[in-house]
């Protein structure tokens, strides 16, 4: 079946007769499940801060290298359906797209484990579908109905998943990197021998509150990892404009740092995993992640005020993400251009079936609105000023109670206060 | 009747407890339950007709001596001291100590993250000898960065870790408002429930001896409208001890109130177990004429004023509202139906205190019952002088109280 494919395949491919066998058989195989490793180089070198850089060299499969490219695929398609989502107004209120940055959510992702954690910021699409969210949680989120990852009430900037150590999610430029260090110290308090990722912007990085926390994490040797997903805009200032040091993994001064393309999976996998091993014996590290996002800031931002198209699509043709993964694919004869498009026209089918369910997804019952402001616990229940609910012995806050017995009742709870 | 404090103790501090003094003969009270750890509900009937019954599981009713005062106080000690446990006497900054200790020891989660609280102890010694005793992996001593351990204490508990936050002085937490209102208080809704928030935010707060204006403020108005929390506030060393228990234990993030000027209150506490309902409200002196409502260091105030309103003829009924977020409408609401007058001490100023909220939810609830316009005396809004003099005229006098009720029950 190879040769046959062989014969009949283009000129171009004629070079692949004279590579040597291993890589000619491998095209039989489907590129899926094949895991002999292939090296690479990542494009540009690591610059290191207060440590030793890892290599440029890095290891991946041929697997690994299609979940790439299908994952970023999926990514890209997600956000750009929720541009137009948003502009049939389905989406409401802030929708902040990654597009563009697709390489750091899937990078990390490989390197990591689901004990890990990873905190970020409101641009938290990607980084929740890299962490196992599906799609029409997302997009039943985006729009407030029920199949929500948080049933409709947290929205585009508040999307979690417990169970894969994903804690969102944040609307306040900053504050989640205090979260995320917390987390850390969770990890180090019950010896998980795992790391928590904290993602902020290059906004985000002249925060107080991440100095704050950094400091407290050096001191306890926690591991914690800062992401600083430099894309060069906060908003509408370049970073030029915003900090005075705009080398952000050397912020960190005691604390080491990395700078990673982060337009490069592949580098990005390296510098996570290399950090995650620096973090687990040394405490803190900085990550820089370089890399840019095609949309504005956000829906209401065209993205084109504060920088040029020509930048934009500049970026696009030379370091797209995606098209990178493609390149290597091609490269390395692991699959073939017409089999990509058809990966890329299944995801796109599966975008739009996903948004076609979300949005026959209803909208959450109107009790939905008080419940989740508090947790149950030690079994009595809110009772005051909200009216809402009823107090622990049936009544309701008005006083007017539902059985006419005639018993004034003056309760005490004393209830088994140990978790299940 | 005597001036009456809500709590038993050497003569020379705080004297015996109503119960001896109002309860009608049929009520007996009885020895103080033992409170073990796995209690079942159980909840204590009293009829309208007088008779009382002692009800376990809501299945069967019997007839049974119980504990007199209905709320979780140990009101009934002193009689109940002599039959079974004595109790031990304690400060409330001690008392508070040995909740956090019991519960540390009880639940390996459990840990306490402020300034100064592991090797120094505690600025107030609250958590004295607990690094020692812990290590300090559990008792964790912050560089001076508010925002930063507030929100590493939130990240830690939306794992399931239950951080005790010690804020120096509540106005410090103020530099954290951010990670309180938008982190503690909302996660737990806008994660859909998948984040639960298990921390206790705790500190003293309130107006000191001459501290200053920076260092005497109280934050439970600023933070009264977060969704979300609990907002408590210990006023003697039983409930600054029960309600850190159940702080600790619910799952709710709960924002303890403690007072600068209350650390130093001898009180016997009984030996056993127990814990306070964090959403009651304490019953200090039940009355006839007028519905006291106050918290914290006002409730001492108010029962100074009592002594006098009592030789005067007044028969006020005061209650410690404890919960300050939500309220005790059920406790407060029996209480405007029985008397119809309400005043309200607090020390919070005037302008969107939790005086005003209470003015405002017990109007909505209960305007049928009031016979009188609710008066609420609070702070002045001013920011509080230093001058001692000036500082005394911030904060309600009992003097005032006393006139107050006269003018309410005119």
Same mark, same amino acid.
């Given at each position: 079946?190879?040769?046959?494919?062989?014969?009949?395949?283009?000129?171009?491919?004629?070079?692949?007769?004279?590579?040597?066998?291993?890589?000619?058989?491998?095209?039989?195989?489907?590129?899926?499940?094949?895991?002999?490793?292939?090296?690479?180089?990542?494009?540009?070198?690591?610059?290191?801060?207060?440590?030793?850089?890892?290599?440029?060299?890095?290891?991946?499969?041929?697997?690994?290298?299609? =979940?790439?490219?299908?994952?970023?695929?999926?990514?890209? *398609?997600?956000?750009?359906?929720?541009?137009?989502?948003?502009?049939?107004?389905?989406?409401?209120?802030?929708?902040?797209?990654?597009?563009?940055?697709?390489?750091?959510?899937?990078?990390?992702?490989?390197?990591?484990?689901?004990?890990?954690?990873?905190? &970020?910021?409101? *641009?938290?699409?990607?980084?929740?579908? !890299?962490?196992?969210?599906?799609?029409?949680?997302?997009?039943?989120?985006?729009?407030?109905?029920?199949? $929500?990852?948080?049933?409709?009430?947290?929205?585009?900037?508040?999307?979690?998943?417990?169970?894969?150590?994903?804690?969102?999610?944040?609307?306040?430029?900053?504050?989640?990197?205090?979260?995320?260090?917390?987390?850390?110290?969770?990890?180090?308090?019950?010896?998980?021998? !795992?790391?928590?990722?904290?993602?902020?912007?290059?906004?985000?990085?002249?925060?107080?509150?991440?100095?704050?926390?950094?400091?407290?994490?050096?001191?306890?040797?926690?591991?914690?990892?800062?992401?600083?997903?430099?894309?060069?805009?906060?908003? $509408? &200032?370049?970073?030029?404009?915003?900090?005075?040091?705009?080398?952000?993994?050397?912020?960190?001064?005691?604390?080491?740092?990395?700078?990673?393309?982060?337009?490069?999976?592949?580098?990005?996998? +390296?510098?996570?995993?290399?950090?995650?091993?620096?973090?687990?014996? @040394?405490?803190?590290?900085?990550?820089?992640?370089?890399?840019?996002?095609?949309?504005?800031?956000?829906?209401?931002?065209?993205?084109?005020?504060?920088?040029?198209?020509?930048?934009?699509?500049?970026?696009?043709?030379?370091?797209?993400?995606?098209?990178?993964?493609?390149?290597? #694919?091609?490269?390395?004869?692991?699959? =073939?251009?017409?089999?990509?498009?058809?990966?890329?026209?299944?995801?796109?089918?599966?975008?739009?079936?996903?948004?076609?369910?979300?949005?026959?997804?209803?909208?959450?019952?109107?009790?939905?609105?008080?419940?989740?402001?508090?947790?149950?616990?030690?079994?009595?229940?809110?009772?005051?000023?909200?009216?809402?609910?009823?107090?622990?012995?049936?009544?309701?806050?008005?006083?007017?109670?539902?059985?006419?017995?005639?018993?004034?009742?003056? $309760?005490?709870?004393?209830?088994?206060? /140990?978790?299940? | 009747?005597?001036?009456?404090?809500?709590?038993?103790?050497?003569?020379?501090?705080?004297?015996?407890?109503?119960? @001896?003094?109002?309860?009608?003969?049929?009520?007996?009270?009885?020895?103080?339950?033992?409170?073990?750890?796995?209690?079942?509900?159980?909840?204590?009937?009293?009829?309208?007709?007088?008779?009382?019954?002692?009800?376990?599981?809501?299945?069967?009713?019997?007839?049974?001596?119980?504990?007199?005062?209905?709320?979780?106080?140990?009101?009934?000690?002193?009689?109940?001291?002599?039959?079974? @446990?004595? $109790?031990?006497?304690?400060?409330?900054?001690?008392?508070?100590?040995?909740?956090?200790?019991?519960?540390?020891?009880?639940?390996?989660?459990?840990?306490?993250?402020?300034?100064?609280?592991?090797?120094?102890?505690?600025?107030?010694?609250?958590?004295?000898?607990?690094?020692?005793?812990?290590?300090?992996? *559990?008792?964790?001593?912050?560089? #001076?960065?508010?925002?930063?351990?507030?929100?590493?204490?939130?990240?830690?508990?939306?794992?399931?870790?239950?951080?005790?936050?010690?804020?120096?002085?509540?106005?410090?937490?103020?530099? !954290?408002?951010? +990670?309180?209102?938008?982190?503690?208080?909302?996660?737990?809704? &806008?994660?859909?429930?998948?984040?639960?928030?298990?921390?206790? #935010?705790?500190?003293?707060?309130?107006?000191?001896?001459?501290?200053?204006?920076?260092?005497?403020?109280?934050?439970?108005?600023?933070?009264?409208?977060?969704?979300?929390?609990?907002?408590?506030?210990?006023?003697?060393?039983?409930?600054?001890?029960?309600?850190?228990?159940?702080?600790?234990?619910?799952?709710?993030?709960?924002?303890?109130?403690?007072?600068?000027?209350?650390?130093?209150?001898?009180? *016997?506490?009984?030996?056993?177990?127990?814990?306070?309902? /964090?959403?009651?409200?304490?019953?200090?002196?039940?009355?006839?004429?007028?519905?006291?409502?106050?918290?914290?260091?006002?409730?001492?105030?108010?029962?100074?004023? !009592?002594?006098?309103?009592? @030789?005067?003829?007044?028969?006020?009924?005061?209650?410690?509202?404890?919960?300050?977020?939500?309220?005790?409408?059920?406790?407060?609401?029996?209480?405007?139906?029985?008397?119809?007058?309400?005043?309200?001490?607090?020390?919070?100023?005037?302008?969107?205190?939790?005086?005003?909220?209470?003015?405002?939810?017990?109007?909505?609830?209960?305007?049928?019952?009031?016979?009188?316009?609710?008066?609420?005396?609070?702070?002045?809004?001013?920011?509080?002088?230093?001058?001692?003099?000036?500082?005394?005229?911030?904060?309600?006098?009992?003097?005032?109280?006393? =006139?107050?009720?006269?003018?309410?029950?005119?």
């Amino acid at each position: 079946m190879a040769l046959s494919h062989l014969a009949s395949s283009s000129p171009s491919r004629s070079a692949n007769l004279l590579k040597p066998l291993s890589s000619v058989i491998s095209l039989r195989r489907p590129i899926s499940t094949d895991t002999t490793p292939i090296t690479v180089e990542t494009s540009v070198p690591f610059t290191a801060h207060q440590c030793e850089a890892p290599s440029r060299t890095v290891q991946t499969n041929a697997k690994e290298l299609a =979940t790439f490219f299908r994952d970023m695929v999926v990514m890209r *398609r997600m956000e750009i359906a929720a541009d137009s989502l948003y502009k049939a107004k389905l989406i409401r209120g802030f929708c902040h797209l990654y597009d563009g940055q697709e390489a750091v959510a899937v990078g990390m992702e490989a390197a990591l484990t689901k004990k890990d954690c990873i905190i &970020t910021s409101y *641009r938290d699409h990607c980084t929740f579908v !890299a962490r196992g969210g599906t799609l029409l949680e997302v997009f039943a989120e985006l729009m407030g109905r029920q199949a $929500g990852c948080s049933k409709g009430k947290g929205g585009s900037m508040h999307f979690y998943k417990k169970d894969s150590n994903f804690y969102g999610g944040h609307g306040i430029v900053g504050a989640q990197v205090p979260l995320g260090c917390g987390l850390a110290f969770a990890q180090k308090y019950c010896k998980d021998e !795992a790391v928590t990722f904290a993602l902020y912007g290059d906004g985000a990085a002249n925060q107080g509150q991440l100095f704050e926390a950094l400091n407290i994490s050096a001191l306890w040797d926690l591991p914690a990892i800062l992401v600083c997903e430099n894309n060069h805009y906060g908003m $509408g &200032t370049a970073e030029w404009r915003a900090a005075k040091s705009p080398a952000y993994y050397k912020r960190g001064d005691y604390a080491p740092g990395l700078k990673v393309d982060g337009m490069d999976a592949l580098a990005v996998k +390296q510098a996570c995993a290399f950090a995650k091993e620096h973090a687990l014996k @040394n405490g803190p590290i900085i990550l820089e992640m370089d890399t840019y996002r095609y949309h504005g800031h956000s829906m209401s931002d065209p993205g084109s005020t504060y920088r040029t198209r020509d930048e934009i699509t500049g970026v696009r043709q030379e370091r797209d993400p995606i098209e990178r993964i493609r390149k290597l #694919i091609l490269s390395h004869d692991l699959s =073939t251009d017409k089999e990509l498009k058809d990966i890329e026209k299944e995801v796109r089918k599966e975008v739009d079936d996903a948004i076609a369910q979300a949005k026959e997804n209803p909208v959450p019952e109107p009790s939905e609105l008080f419940s989740d402001v508090y947790a149950k616990g030690l079994g009595v229940e809110s009772f005051g000023a909200d009216r809402k609910e009823k107090n622990s012995h049936g009544r309701h806050l008005d006083n007017t109670r539902d059985d006419p017995s005639g018993e004034v009742i003056i $309760g005490l709870c004393f209830h088994n206060p /140990l978790p299940a | 009747m005597a001036a009456i404090f809500q709590g038993v103790g050497a003569a020379a501090t705080l004297s015996s407890s109503p119960s @001896n003094s109002f309860v009608p003969k049929k009520f007996l009270t009885s020895p103080r339950r033992s409170f073990s750890v796995r209690k079942v509900p159980s909840y204590v009937v009293v009829r309208s007709d007088g008779s009382v019954n002692f009800d376990l599981n809501s299945k069967s009713r019997r007839a049974q001596q119980l504990v007199a005062n209905a709320v979780a106080t140990k009101a009934d000690s002193s009689a109940a001291s002599s039959s079974s @446990n004595p $109790g031990h006497e304690l400060l409330l900054f001690e008392a508070l100590r040995e909740g956090l200790e019991e519960e540390m020891e009880r639940d390996p989660r459990v840990c306490v993250m402020g300034e100064d609280v592991g090797h120094y102890g505690g600025s107030y010694k609250v958590t004295k000898d607990l690094a020692k005793k812990f290590g300090d992996l *559990r008792v964790l001593d912050t560089p #001076i960065a508010e925002n930063s351990f507030t929100g590493m204490g939130i990240g830690a508990a939306m794992t399931g870790l239950r951080p005790v936050v010690e804020g120096m002085n509540m106005g410090f937490l103020l530099l !954290a408002f951010n +990670q309180i209102s938008n982190n503690c208080g909302m996660l737990h809704y &806008t994660s859909g429930g998948q984040f639960t928030i298990p921390i206790v #935010i705790r500190g003293p707060g309130g107006v000191g001896r001459q501290l200053g204006a920076e260092h005497s403020q109280r934050l439970e108005s600023y933070f009264q409208s977060i969704p979300g929390i609990q907002m408590v506030a210990c006023s003697t060393p039983y409930n600054a001890k029960g309600l850190m228990k159940a702080a600790i234990r619910s799952e709710n993030p709960v924002i303890l109130f403690e007072h600068v000027l209350l650390y130093n209150l001898k009180e *016997r506490i009984p030996d056993e177990d127990y814990i306070c309902n /964090l959403e009651e409200a304490e019953m200090v002196r039940p009355g006839e004429h007028v519905t006291i409502l106050t918290y914290s260091r006002m409730r001492y105030h108010v029962m100074q004023a !009592a002594k006098t309103l009592v @030789n005067k003829g007044y028969d006020p009924e005061v209650i410690d509202i404890r919960s300050l977020k939500p309220f005790d409408l059920y406790t407060i609401g029996n209480s405007v139906k029985k008397t119809h007058r309400v005043l309200i001490v607090e020390e919070c100023m005037r302008t969107g205190g939790i005086g005003a909220s209470l003015t405002a939810a017990i109007t909505e609830n209960f305007n049928d019952y009031l016979d009188a316009p609710i008066m609420c005396l609070s702070s002045q809004d001013v920011p509080t002088p230093y001058a001692g003099t000036l500082e005394e005229w911030t904060v309600v006098q009992p003097a005032q109280i006393v =006139t107050a009720v006269e003018q309410l029950c005119r």
